[in-house]
C-alpha cells in the first residue's frame, strides 16, 4: 500500500477513488481548486452545507478571532458566551414554541439526540411506554444507530440489520413516478401516504408510539418532495396521538428551501427540528436540535441539583464553531439570502427541468434549491450511469453528486443565472457521451 492511500474515504468507493484520486486543496467563492491547479464550479455547495459559498470572509474573520480568544471550553456546567449568544439567535429564528437548543457536532448526533429526547420527554410525563420510533422509507437521518434504525436507505441498513433498534417501523415513501414524473415543486398526488401512520398508530396502539421522523424533503435518496398536504396531515394524526414530530432539516434549513427552516415554508410546525450544515456554512462541524417550550419543561423536573438529561457532546457548543454559526447567521441575514435563494428557484426550475427529454433521463424534480435528475439505471450495473455522469462533470469542472442513479443539485444560496445554466449544460453534455 501507498501510504498516500491512508485516507478510507466515507461514502466512497475507495479502490476505485485511489486509482484516479480527486483532491482539492483550496477553496473560494464558487470554486474549489485541485491539486492540479484546475478550478471547478461546486454545484454542491459543498455537501448541501456551504450555501453562501466557501471561505465566506467574515465567517473565516469570525474564526480566526475566536481561536485566538476561547478556542475551547468545558461544555458540562459551564457555558460560553459564543454558544449562548448563538442559542438565542436560532431560537428566534425557528417557528414560534420552539425555544430551546441543544448542540451537537454533526446532522447525525442531531438525529440520534432528538430521538432521544422524545423517548425522555415522554418517560418524564409519565408515558414511559411511548418507546416506539417511526420514520420513512428512503429517509436519510444519518449514520448512528437511532437514524440509522429510523433512516430507510437499504444500503445503509443492510450490513447491520441484525443491530438496528427494536420497535422501529417505517412509512411509506412519497414516491411514484407513475403519479409524480417531472413534477415542479410539490406533486399533487400523494398526502394520503400520510395515514400510514394511522396504520401504524392502530397496528400499535398510539400510546405506544414517542415519535415520527422525516425530512420535510427528503434529500439524499434523490429529492423526493413531500406531495401538497401531506406534511400538514402528519401534523394532524400526530396530535391526535399525542405523538411528537420531529423534521430533519439538516439539509432544508437555514435557506435551502428559500425560507430559514422548511417548517415556515411548509405552514407545518414540528415538536423538534434538527439541523447542521448551513448552521456554520459548513466550516466548522456543528449541529442543533430546536425543541418546543413545552418538551424542555417536562424534562426540568427532580431537584435543581440533578442532571436533567443524560446526553451531551464535549463538543457541544464549541466555541469556535459557535462563533462560525454566529457570523453564518449575520450574513443571512444582512445579505437576505433566504429571500434570494426563493427568488432563485424559478430560475433553478426552468435550468433543471430543461433537462427533461435529454439520454436516460426518467424524471426530473425540485424544490426549493435542491433538485434531482433520475436516470435510467444500467443493467445489471446500477448506480454506474450516474457516477460516471459524475466524473464526466469533475472532468468537465463541475461538481454534482450522484446517489445511485438520481443526479443532485445543491447549488449556493447567491448562484448566478450563468453558474446555475453551465452546471446543467455540463451535465446535458456529459449525458450526451455516457453509455
Ligand atoms: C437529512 C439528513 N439528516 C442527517 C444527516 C447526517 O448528517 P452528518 O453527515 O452531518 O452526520 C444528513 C446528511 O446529509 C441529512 O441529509
Excluded at 464558487?30 to 471547478?40: A, F, I, K, M, P
Excluded at 436560532?90 to 420552539?98: H, N, R
Excluded at 443571512?332 to 432563485?344: G, K, N, Q, V
Aim: charged letters at 20%; proline letters at 5%; hydrophobic letters at 40%.
Amino acid at each position: 500500500m501507498n501510504n498516500e492511500q491512508a485516507y478510507w474515504l466515507p461514502f466512497t468507493a475507495n479502490r476505485a477513488f485511489w486509482k484516479t484520486p480527486r483532491v482539492i486543496t483550496g477553496a473560494r467563492g464558487h470554486y474549489y481548486t485541485t491539486d492540479d491547479g484546475r478550478q471547478l464550479l461546486d454545484g454542491f455547495s459543498g455537501l448541501w452545507s456551504s450555501g453562501l459559498g466557501h471561505c465566506h470572509p467574515r465567517i473565516v474573520e469570525a474564526v480566526r478571532e475566536q481561536v485566538g480568544t476561547l478556542d475551547y471550553g468545558m461544555a458540562f456546567q459551564v457555558a460560553n458566551d459564543r454558544a449562548v449568544a448563538l442559542a438565542s439567535e436560532v431560537a428566534a429564528l425557528a417557528p414560534a414554541g420552539l425555544e430551546r437548543v441543544f448542540f451537537t457536532n454533526s446532522g447525525s448526533e442531531s438525529a440520534d439526540t432528538a430521538l432521544k429526547i422524545a423517548l425522555a420527554y415522554h418517560r418524564a410525563r409519565g408515558e414511559g411506554q411511548r418507546t416506539r420510533l417511526i420514520g420513512r422509507e428512503r429517509g436519510y437521518h444519518g449514520v448512528n444507530f437511532g437514524g440509522m434504525s429510523v433512516g430507510g436507505i437499504p444500503g445503509n441498513r443492510k450490513v447491520f440489520s441484525a443491530t438496528l433498534l427494536p420497535g422501529t417501523d417505517h412509512l411509506r415513501h412519497t414516491y411514484s413516478r407513475a403519479d409524480m414524473a417531472y413534477s415542479r415543486g410539490q406533486p399533487a398526488w400523494g398526502a394520503e401516504l400520510a395515514d400510514d401512520l394511522e396504520r401504524l398508530a392502530a397496528l400499535h396502539d398510539a400510546s405506544n408510539i414517542a415519535a415520527v421522523i422525516v425530512e420535510p424533503v427528503a434529500g439524499s435518496t434523490g429529492i423526493l418532495v413531500p406531495p401538497v398536504g401531506y406534511l400538514q396531515r402528519l401534523r394532524e394524526i400526530c396530535d391526535r396521538y399525542g405523538i411528537l414530530l420531529i423534521f430533519d432539516e439538516v439539509i432544508t434549513a437555514f435557506g435551502r428551501v428559500g425560507a430559514p427552516f422548511a417548517a415556515e415554508r411548509f405552514g407545518v410546525t414540528p415538536d423538534l427540528i434538527t439541523t447542521a450544515k448551513g448552521l456554520t456554512n459548513g466550516v466548522i462541524p456543528m449541529g442543533a436540535v430546536i425543541v418546543s417550550e413545552k418538551i424542555y419543561q417536562a424534562l426540568m423536573q427532580g431537584p435543581d441539583n440533578a442532571v436533567e438529561l443524560f446526553h451531551g457532546y464535549t463538543y457541544s457548543g464549541h466555541p469556535v464553531a459557535a462563533a462560525a454559526g454566529l457570523a453564518t447567521l449575520q450574513v443571512y441575514r444582512e445579505e437576505d439570502i433566504f429571500a434570494r435563494a426563493r427568488a432563485l428557484e424559478p430560475v433553478f426550475e426552468e435550468a433543471i427541468h430543461a433537462l427533461k427529454g435529454a439520454p436516460h433521463v426518467i424524471d426530473v424534480r425540485n424544490f426549493g434549491l435542491m433538485g434531482g435528475i433520475e436516470l435510467e439505471p444500467c443493467p445489471g450495473a446500477p448506480g454506474a450511469r450516474g457516477l460516471e455522469v459524475f466524473l464526466k462533470c469533475f472532468e468537465a469542472g463541475v461538481v454534482i453528486r450522484n446517489g445511485g442513479d438520481i443526479l443532485q443539485f445543491s447549488p449556493f444560496l447567491d448562484s448566478t443565472p450563468d453558474e446555475l445554466a453551465r452546471i446543467f449544460d455540463t451535465v446535458r453534455e456529459a449525458l450526451g457521451k455516457v453509455a
